[in-house]
């Protein structure tokens, strides 16, 4: 791995660095995770839609952590709490939005 050229990316599988050796096809990281330009293309588009729906599931549980809280909160603190979970529903939905239109890599 002395030789290879760094790509300024990250392994879909680990996150680790990921690299190239010069004239070879293959593309993996430091963990050892292999690639070939497609696979890697896949496993990196299936990792964007999976961190994606994680961020939205993280926005949506915004309302019930807020609702299990603020009962021990003062009235201003809570409705200012209900507020963020609002915005952080709105932003929710508009990830939810962007996952509709995701479109895997299709290089043909």
């Known amino acids: ?55 939205v599931v993280a926005l949506e549980e915004a309302t019930p952590l807020v609702d299990a809280v603020a009962p021990f909160c003062s009235p201003e603190a809570a409705a200012r709490l209900k507020q963020q979970a609002a915005t952080k529903l709105r932003q929710a939905k508009d990830l939810r939005a962007i996952l509709e239109r995701l479109e895997p890599f299709r290089p043909d």
């Open 1 to 55: 791995m002395e030789n290879n050229v760094p790509i300024n990316a990250t392994c879909p599988e680990c996150r680790g660095p990921l690299s190239q050796e010069p004239g070879s096809m293959e593309i993996r990281c430091l963990v050892g995770h292999t690639y070939s330009p497609l696979t890697l293309l896949q496993a990196h588009y299936e990792t964007q839609e999976r961190v994606l729906w994680s961020a």
